[in-house]
């Protein structure tokens, strides 16, 4: 079975644009959380999504922006990139949102501001 | 805030010493779980703690969940340079409806042949 598919795998943007960033949960997985992990650092938790409906939100400014599409993908996007947006964003997917489910980690996607 | 502190920041061993990485926090979490990221991919779950006390035990890695749930630690015996990489541990909220895991900075790894 495949695991948490991300695309892409590396992006360049430059500050002020945007960005729109794809996951693929494992089948059957309902639940999809996004992280930023900037180098030598661990996640940071973005949002979290289950049955399309979000169910936590980090601390990120509103920039940051979230869905969920009923196939259980998710997409996260960026406005008004700034130089400090630069870091690896991971998605995770789980089983269902509920306690002490383990997630699962895609890849992730290099996001580089020049 | 939530914080979970993991120690030490770095650690550079030689082939087949043991060591035990810390994860420590003032909060109580419904469960912790411990991961290894190499570069350029994405963190891999190893395990689930659940109960006080429990203990569990991944070939060479030993996990320990303390009895106030509020701290870990793993311990890896006879380190092999496969071994190296970040380990984080990420503790789950205990109240609330939303789920959420509050991760450690990750402990660096490196074991030198």
Same mark, same amino acid.
């Given at each position: 079975?495949?695991?948490?598919?991300?695309?892409p795998?590396h992006l360049i943007?430059?500050?002020?644009? +945007?960005?729109?960033?794809?996951?693929?949960?494992?089948?059957? +997985?309902?639940?999809?959380?996004?992280?930023?992990?900037?180098?030598?650092?661990?996640?940071?938790?973005?949002?979290?999504?289950?049955?399309?409906?979000?169910?936590?939100?980090?601390?990120?400014?509103?920039?940051?922006?979230?869905?969920?599409?009923?196939?259980?993908?998710?997409?996260?996007?960026?406005? *008004?990139?700034?130089?400090?947006?630069?870091?690896?964003?991971?998605?995770?997917?789980?089983?269902?949102?509920?306690?002490?489910?383990?997630? +699962?980690?895609?890849?992730?996607t290099?996001l580089?501001?020049? | 805030?939530?914080?979970?502190?993991?120690?030490?920041?770095?650690?550079?061993?030689?082939?087949?010493?043991?060591?035990?990485?810390?994860?420590?926090?003032?909060?109580?979490?419904?469960?912790?779980?411990?991961?290894?990221?190499?570069?350029?991919?994405?963190?891999?779950?190893?395990?689930?703690?659940?109960?006080?006390?429990?203990?569990?035990?991944?070939?060479?890695?030993?996990?320990?969940?303390?009895? *106030?749930?509020?701290?870990?630690?793993? +311990?890896?015996?006879?380190?092999?340079?496969?071994?190296?990489?970040?380990?984080?541990?990420?503790?789950?909220?205990?109240?609330?409806?939303?789920?959420?895991?509050?991760?450690?900075?990750?402990?660096?790894?490196?074991?030198?042949?």
């Open positions: 079975d495949a695991g948490v598919t991300q695309s795998t943007k430059t500050r002020g644009q +945007h960005v729109t960033l794809r996951c693929s949960p494992i089948s059957g +997985h309902k639940s999809v959380s996004w992280y930023q992990q900037v180098l030598g650092q661990g996640p940071q938790f973005i949002f979290q999504y289950y049955e399309k409906e979000e169910r936590g939100r980090g601390n990120f400014p509103d920039r940051f922006s979230a869905r969920q599409f009923p196939n259980y993908s998710s997409e996260l996007n960026v406005n *008004a990139l700034l130089l400090g947006d630069s870091a690896l964003y991971l998605c995770a997917s789980s089983l269902a949102g509920t306690r002490n489910q383990p997630q +699962h980690f895609g890849d992730g290099r580089s501001i020049l | 805030t939530q914080l979970l502190e993991q120690s030490p920041q770095f650690l550079s061993i030689q082939e087949g010493e043991n060591l035990t990485v810390y994860c420590n926090s003032s909060s109580v979490f419904s469960s912790l779980q411990w991961y290894r990221q190499e570069p350029g991919e994405g963190p891999v779950l190893l395990v689930t703690v659940v109960t006080g006390g429990e203990v569990k035990k991944l070939k060479r890695l030993t996990f320990q969940f303390g009895d *106030a749930r509020k701290d870990s630690s793993l +311990h890896i015996t006879a380190a092999q340079p496969g071994d190296t990489g970040l380990y984080l541990c990420a503790g789950e909220n205990l109240a609330g409806n939303n789920r959420k895991l509050i991760w450690g900075l990750g402990t660096s790894l490196a074991v030198n042949p």
